[in-house]
């Protein structure tokens, strides 16, 4: 099972650059490959909202969350790698 983030963001939006090291921290926590993009770099390809965090499991996308819901991320991540999560954590 291989897991992988994208992180779309773009240089002018503030919500991006503050989420983004938390975004990080939860892939480098649970040992996730994240690949960083510039929403103005992708033209047609670019998601309609920033800061946008997509899942893939084994190349295929498993939830697409836009804005600042990164604890939907966590969340996500946890019921695809078949983890229980304590308070601690």
């Not at 899942?55 to 498993?62: A, M, T, V």
């Amino acid at each position: 099972m291989a897991l992988r983030v994208d992180y779309i963001g773009a240089t002018w939006c503030k919500v991006c650059h503050t989420i983004k090291p938390a975004i990080e921290k939860i892939c480098r926590d649970f040992g996730i490959d994240i690949a960083t993009y510039d929403a103005d770099e992708l033209g047609d390809n670019s998601p309609s909202k920033v800061p946008t965090v997509r899942l893939f499991k084994n190349d295929l996308l498993i939830v697409e969350i836009t804005t600042k819901h990164i604890d939907n991320l966590t969340n996500a991540i946890t019921v695809e790698k078949g983890l229980v999560l304590n308070e601690e954590f």
